[in-house]
C-alpha cells in the first residue's frame, strides 16, 4: 500500500481515510472489511470521525423516509381523487346518456314537424308566386 507523509487520499489505495484506518472492497456488497494501522493516528480521532459519519447517515436515512411516507400518503390521496373524479364523471355520462336517449324522441318530433312546416311554407311560396 502506498504511504505518504501528508495524510489524506492516496491514489493507490482509493478506499483509505486518514492514517490509520483504511477499507478494502470486498466481493460482498454488504461487509466491509476494516484494518487498523495503530502507528499511524490516533484511533479515537478515526472512531468519533466514523461515529459522526454514521450519525449524519442516520439522520439522511430518517429524512428520506420521512420524504417517502409524505410521498406515499400524497399518491394515496391523489388516487383517491381521480377514483372519485372518474366515478363521478361515469354517473355524469350515463345521466347525459339516459337524457339524450329520453329527449332523442321529441328531439326527432322536432325535427320532422320542422320539415313538414318547411315544406308547407315552400309549397305555400310557390303557389304564391305562380299567380
Known sequence: MANSSKG?????????????LSTRAVSNQDE??????PIHGDLDEEITGLH???????????????ETKFQNDFVSQLQ??????????KNNVRRLNRSVIQQ???????V????????????????????
Not at 489524506?8 to 490509520?20: H, K, L, Q, T, V
Not at 466491509?32 to 494501522?37: A, G, K, N, S
Not at 320532422?112 to 299567380?131: D, G, I
Request: with cysteine; glycine share 8%; net charge positive.
Open 112 to 131: 320532422v314537424l320542422f320539415a313538414l312546416f318547411c315544406f308547407f311554407v315552400v309549397y305555400l311560396w310557390s303557389k304564391v308566386s305562380r299567380r
Open 32 to 37: 466491509i472489511q476494516l484494518r487498523i494501522d
Open 80 to 89: 383517491m381523487t381521480v377514483i372519485k373524479a372518474q366515478a363521478g364523471l
Open 52 to 66: 459522526s459519519k454514521i450519525s449524519r447517515l442516520k439522520n439522511v436515512a430518517q429524512v428520506i423516509e420521512s
Open 8 to 20: 489524506g487520499f492516496y491514489g493507490a489505495d482509493p478506499y483509505r481515510s486518514r492514517e490509520g
Open 104 to 110: 332523442g324522441s321529441n328531439h326527432l318530433l322536432h
